[in-house]
């Protein structure tokens, strides 16, 4: 649920790219029942998700060790019943954690979701964070449950989907709106740099963006992922409205390459997305829709999928099952991929309309938005 309609897109670890440290994190958990276990997990609920360590209960502790990103956003998860991770529902007992190289402490009773971390201003700072947005979290949980209890035939109910995709919309306008107000009391936060990026999006509004960028401290906007920010900031007009698309090759499911330049002469959707995209998965039918309405009418799709190294066969399933008719390329190297470094690609679903010359005319057009804007420029 939360995937689909919770979340507007897929996004790139941005913060996360940064210097491999050695971490240490103890859990004491001292009245859990035996027998219990915990993981480390990044990117948990989303398909790609990824275990970095796991660990068996001992003496009401579990003891991590091992190396990572620094700064690293892993998600703690205690499997109270050993039914396995993937077994285990969004109610799961779970705690964010980031990775450094302090020796991480997290002390509770018989669960992590209240438990208290320390040893780590990363951390520390983070719970403070948290708080801000525990009212937005809440009506989240709220829905979630909601949809979770609702019995099936009312779960594809297009007007119970409406009134929770409501209440979500109204949850995120809170959220943004406290963003912006954490950001500007928190010039020197972390965390204001990570919510930045997500506000900014896919798509930056640079009036916007630009000046509370500007109003974050010189050392946070001096880091690593400060720098990297500013580089999206400051150099979008390589891929903006009017200017010309840059071309690239890429090879197609039959591992034949295809330029984007074969498509001049036509109106271009050059769409990038990923088999384990819950968000792109879920506007897959639009883009279907609008292939089938205006495919005749001097306008295709070209798909560039973000899907990772030895995962072909996921992406051409997920191809069958969304009935994608369009040409689709990948050169299969998740975040890095070729042509999405070119867009700077660093959410996805995201898209850029092309024209007949060449030239980007729209992006991001999603839903009845990419509709109306074909039939602006292909109804006479």
């Not at 119970?160 to 928190?186: C, G, H, M, T, W």
Request: glycine share 6%; charged share 25%.
């Amino acid at each position: 649920m939360r995937k689909l309609i919770f979340t507007a897109l897929a996004i790139a670890p941005l913060l996360g790219q940064a210097q491999s440290i050695d971490y240490q994190l103890t859990v004491k958990l001292p009245t859990l029942k035996m027998p219990s276990k915990a993981y480390l997990v990044y990117g948990y609920g989303w398909s790609n998700q990824r275990v970095i360590d796991s660990a068996e209960l001992i003496k009401g502790t579990f003891s991590f060790k091992g190396t990572a990103e620094d700064n690293m956003k892993a998600m703690l998860v205690i499997d109270h019943s050993i039914q396995g991770l993937q077994n285990l529902d969004r109610m799961a007992d779970t705690h964010v954690v980031y990775l450094t190289d302090d020796n991480i402490l997290i002390k509770g009773k018989d669960s992590v979701k209240y438990a208290v971390v320390t040893g780590s201003a990363l951390n520390t700072e983070y719970t403070k964070y948290s708080k801000t947005f525990a009212v937005v979290e809440k009506a989240l949980g709220a829905i979630d449950a909601e949809y979770i209890a609702a019995p099936d035939a009312k779960k594809n109910d297009t007007a119970f989907f409406a009134s929770l995709k409501e209440k979500v919309n109204k949850a995120n306008q809170l959220s943004d709106s406290l963003k912006y107000v954490y950001i500007r009391q928190n010039p020197d936060s972390y965390f204001s740099l990570e919510v930045l990026t997500e506000l900014a999006g896919e798509d930056i509004d640079i009036y916007k963006i630009q000046p509370l960028f500007k109003g974050l401290s010189a050392r946070l906007r001096n880091t690593k992922a400060g720098t990297d920010f500013a580089k999206l900031l400051y150099n979008i007009g390589a891929t903006s409205i009017g200017a010309m698309a840059p071309n690239f090759t890429q090879n197609d499911v039959n591992d034949k390459p295809v330029k984007l330049s074969d498509f001049r002469g036509k109106y271009v959707l050059l769409d990038f997305w990923a088999s384990w995209c819950g968000p792109c998965r879920a506007e897959n039918p639009n883009v279907v829709k609008a292939f089938n309405k205006y495919k005749d009418k001097n306008f295709t799709v070209l798909g560039v999928s973000l899907d990772q190294p030895g995962k072909k066969e996921a992406w051409l399933a997920a191809i069958k099952a969304d009935g994608l008719p369009w040409t689709q390329v990948s050169d299969l190297q998740f975040w890095n991929n070729a042509a999405a470094k070119q867009y700077d690609i660093r959410a996805i679903p995201q898209n850029f309309l092309i024209d007949p010359t060449g030239k980007i005319v729209a992006k991001n057009l999603r839903g009845e938005a990419l509709e109306k804007k074909l039939e602006e420029l292909l109804i006479l």
